[in-house]
């Protein structure tokens, strides 16, 4: 019996992983939005940049989208999911320590690049 356990728990490992990243993923972006304000006010810095941390997370999400589908077929698509979720964990991270504007900017936009993994690679996984 225990083993019947063991063999169906690592078959849903993935894809509970899987779902857990994409849904970070979807938190990156939406509780950032009511705190922003403040976010900007902490760094004392103009808050026409508030703005500027969700347009870099998008524009992230779209800078890798070229290359990770190929890569994801030569190398598979499971180091390049674990890849992305350790960018993305060190992104968050990073935005945790950041002591100005730009440094959170920075680290706002690998967040973004970040999430282009999942929705590059994790989304034809699920496919499949």
Do not use: K
């Amino acid at each position: 019996m225990p083993r019947f356990f063991a063999r169906h728990a690592a078959t849903l490992f993935f894809p509970m992983a899987l779902i857990l990243y994409d849904f970070a993923a979807y938190l990156s972006t939406d509780l950032i939005q009511p705190g922003i304000i403040n976010v900007v006010r902490d760094f004392n810095a103009d808050v026409s940049l508030a703005p500027a941390a969700v347009s870099l997370y998008l524009a992230g999400g779209m800078a890798l989208q070229w290359l990770l589908g190929p890569l994801s077929d030569r190398v598979g698509r499971r180091p390049v999911l674990i890849t992305g979720a350790l960018i993305f964990t060190l992104a968050c991270a990073a935005t945790m320590f950041t002591t100005s504007m730009t440094q959170f900017l920075i680290a706002r936009a690998i967040q973004g690049t970040s999430i282009c993994f999942i929705a590059t690679v994790g989304y034809v996984t699920v496919q499949e």
